[in-house]
């Protein structure tokens, strides 16, 4: 497959890594290695997809350049639309030209995370009682000095995106009705701390900040027959999964542990997922209109809730 790569930050340098030969074209206003300054200027014949490495503000507008134009598009995470409308129309799109239209959460493909899923679908644990994650990293000093990160909703559309997506791949998009706990603005002129949760079945418990000073994961499912607990992200390793058999009436668990320690693989199972979907034709969007409702409404209440 033919790919460009579409903004060359961050995460486009991760991008066109992983791509490799694939590269056809990079795409980059400012960037010295850019062949090219807007994605028109490309001509059409040279590229089957683009990586997008954008930021929020322009993503609706060349998506929908792209799919027009029947390319498949592989888009940074998280796709946000001020109105609903823009999503569903890029969705409508994708389906009338058969083009992939995919929405980059890497975190799916990490092997923990898998293996997170299979047990709920398993329900070897039985009835899940609650679900507690927590997500944070220590960047809230390179937020304040961005002026067009240091502003809004940030921490919770940024890292709570993750933790939506995470919910949406092990339990589906069955939960309604988020409410925000606690917003913080410790360091930023943003949030940069916010608990978020909803009291359902289960009952989630979602924590994000930019103010971990070591980047850190965890995840605890408490359940009818055991728990499963999630520790750290490959990333960031060693990462560890603890499956525990709850014993009655009471009394220590047995227990299995897997603990890995390796470098980041899910930029380059993503890739490969990702051109699988482009053989398909298929998108992900509804997971994005989910996400972007649920975000849209947190953002709404989050002035009552400023500490």
């Given at each position: 497959?033919r790919?460009?790569v ?6 486009g340098?991760?991008r066109?890594?992983?791509?490799g ?21 490309v ?6 997809a683009?990586?997008l490495?954008i930021p929020?503000?322009?993503k609706?507008?060349i998506?929908?350049y792209?799919l ?11 796709l946000?639309a ?24 890497n975190h799916?493909?990490?092997?923990h ?14 009835r899940?009682y609650s679900?507690?994650i ?5 960047t809230?000093?390179l937020?304040r ?13 940024d ?9 949406s ?6 939960f ?8 913080n ?5 943003a ?6 949760g909803?009291?359902?079945n ?7 900040t930019?103010?971990?000073?070591r ?19 490959c990333?960031?390793?060693?990462s560890?999964?603890?499956?525990r ?11 299995e542990?897997i603990?890995l320690?390796?470098?980041?693989l ?7 997922y990702?051109?699988?979907l ?26 009552s809730?400023?500490?």
């Amino acid at each position: 497959m033919r790919v460009l790569v579409v903004g060359l930050g961050v995460q486009g340098q991760k991008r066109r890594s992983v791509a490799g030969d694939e590269v056809v074209g990079i795409v980059d206003p400012f960037h010295k290695d850019a062949q090219y300054s807007v994605i028109q200027d490309v001509p059409l014949d040279i590229y089957d997809a683009a990586l997008l490495c954008i930021p929020d503000d322009p993503k609706i507008e060349i998506i929908e350049y792209l799919l027009a134009k029947s390319k498949h598009v592989l888009v940074e995470k998280p796709l946000f639309a001020a109105c609903a409308s823009d999503l569903l129309r890029i969705k409508e799109l994708a389906e009338k030209n058969r083009t992939a239209c995919y929405t980059a959460y890497n975190h799916r493909f990490e092997p923990h995370f898998v293996r997170m899923r299979e047990i709920i679908s398993s329900e070897r644990l039985g009835r899940i009682y609650s679900v507690r994650i927590f997500y944070g990293n220590g960047t809230a000093r390179l937020v304040r000095e961005s002026a067009w990160r240091d502003q809004g909703a940030s921490v919770l559309t940024d890292l709570g995106s993750h933790l939506l997506d995470t919910l949406s791949f092990w339990f589906g998009r069955n939960f309604t009705d988020f409410s925000i706990h606690s917003a913080n603005c410790f360091e930023n002129l943003a949030i940069d701390h916010v608990n978020f949760g909803v009291n359902a079945n289960p009952l989630i418990q979602l924590e994000a900040t930019l103010l971990s000073w070591r980047n850190h994961f965890y995840c605890d499912l408490f359940a009818e027959h055991g728990s499963a607990h999630i520790t750290s992200l490959c990333k960031w390793g060693p990462s560890s999964f603890v499956l525990r058999d709850r014993k009655l009436p009471s009394g220590r668990p047995d227990e299995e542990s897997i603990t890995l320690i390796q470098s980041d693989l899910t930029w380059l199972a993503e890739y490969k997922y990702f051109k699988e979907l482009c053989k398909k034709g298929v998108n992900n969007i509804d997971n994005d209109i989910w996400i972007n409702d649920t975000l849209t409404n947190l953002s709404a209440n989050l002035n009552s809730k400023k500490g």
